[in-house]
């Protein structure tokens, strides 16, 4: 019994640290805070893209003011794919492209690598760090849309 839990018990600490609810941020994709996020979108929205792939309950629920929804979360469909691939027209030369994904994580990346793959530069390509959830609600309210 004792062997048992001398094995049992740090497999199953190590298995709960790693369920911890923040997404990992990768080297490969650039990331922007709620802070800048918001700082952005007050200064001039007309110079960065919001493209919002949470699932329609979701966004209805909450989104930043501006996002442009697609519901291609989590972007591993050629119809998930032809959603984000809907707004292309929609994003100029030199806007900042920022993806709002429910977490920041996978769905995120995905579609950042779609945009990637389809000519946004790497430069102008953001990942909104922690996502839609991880947004400071009591600290940057003005420019959230958020249902009644």
């Excluded at 960065?48 to 291609?72: M, R, S």
Aim: hydrophobic share 40%; aromatic share 8%.
């Amino acid at each position: 019994m004792k062997l048992a839990s001398f094995f049992v018990l740090p497999i199953a600490a190590l298995l709960l640290i790693g369920c911890g609810g923040k997404v990992k941020e990768n080297s490969k994709y650039n990331y922007i805070t709620a802070d800048e996020t918001a700082k952005l979108i007050r200064e001039d929205a007309s110079k960065i893209v919001l493209v919002d792939i949470q699932e329609k309950p979701d966004f209805d629920e909450e989104h930043l003011k501006g996002a442009l929804a697609t519901y291609a979360y989590p972007v591993k469909t050629e119809d998930e794919k032809a959603r984000l691939a809907a707004l292309l027209p929609e994003i100029k030369e030199g806007q900042k492209v920022i993806i709002v994904c429910p977490r920041g994580g996978g769905g995120a990346d995905r579609a950042y690598d779609f945009y990637l793959s389809k000519g946004v530069k790497k430069d102008n390509l953001l990942t909104l760090k922690d996502g839609q959830y991880g947004w400071p609600r009591d600290k940057v309210k003005d420019v959230l849309a958020v249902s009644k």
